[in-house]
């Protein structure tokens, strides 16, 4: 990867089409000579160190900071590479299938009085853990039995095997699949029966 990203900096290859006719412009920008694409060797070394800082999980004002670039820059491109990984993600997305962990959990800062499902003004977020596979999660309005089981009909597979809480919101899952529940007043594992996946993730 370094090698090709080297080629890309030197101009001896072009980032866009791989061409390996370039020419440098007077303004110090390269032009391939095949595809007529023009590139700035500073513009493509920041975006490559940018795109490192984003790998790492590095928040973007510090590697606006460590990198010596402006805030909202590095921001907007963090932003983009969020888009097109979701948009990635969104056309390559195939319904999860088998045993399948689902859950829903409460976000945001400290707040007073109650907490979980009695909380007000968290983020509601549901999950689907495929068990030694890929996991769904989505952004939720409200955690009602309608809302939780069209997110699993839309996104996993009818007839798999599904691991809930005892929440009442799950109750109407047995007539999509098979149906098992841990009661968490109790214990937080039976066996096979648990959600401690999904719940780590």
Known sequence: MKEIIYKYIEGRECPCCGGTHLYQMSDNRFKCKNCLYKYSFKKLRDDFNVLHYFSLEIPANKAAR???????????????????????????????????????????????GNRGRGAAGKIKVFGMLER??????????????????????????????????????????????KHLTIDHNKYFKNGRRHINGLEGF
Not at 82 to 109: A, M, P, V, W
Not at 143 to 156: G, Q, Y
Not at 158 to 173: A, C, N, P
Request: hydrophobic share 25%; glycine share 6%; aromatic share 16%.
């Open 66 to 112: 460590d990198l010596d670039m402006n805030y909202k820059t590095v921001r907007s491109r963090y932003m983009q590479y969020r888009r097109e990984i979701y948009t990635y993600l969104h056309q390559e997305f195939n319904k999860l299938s088998g045993e399948i962990e689902c859950d829903e959990s409460y976000f945001g800062g400290r707040r007073k």
């Open 132 to 177: 030694q596979g890929r996991i769904f999660t989505t952004i939720v309005d409200n955690v009602t039995a309608e809302t939780l089981l069209n997110e699993i009909k839309s996104n996993s597979e009818k007839g798999s095997v599904f691991y809930t809480d005892k929440f009442r919101s799950y109750k109407s899952l047995k007539f999509y699949g």
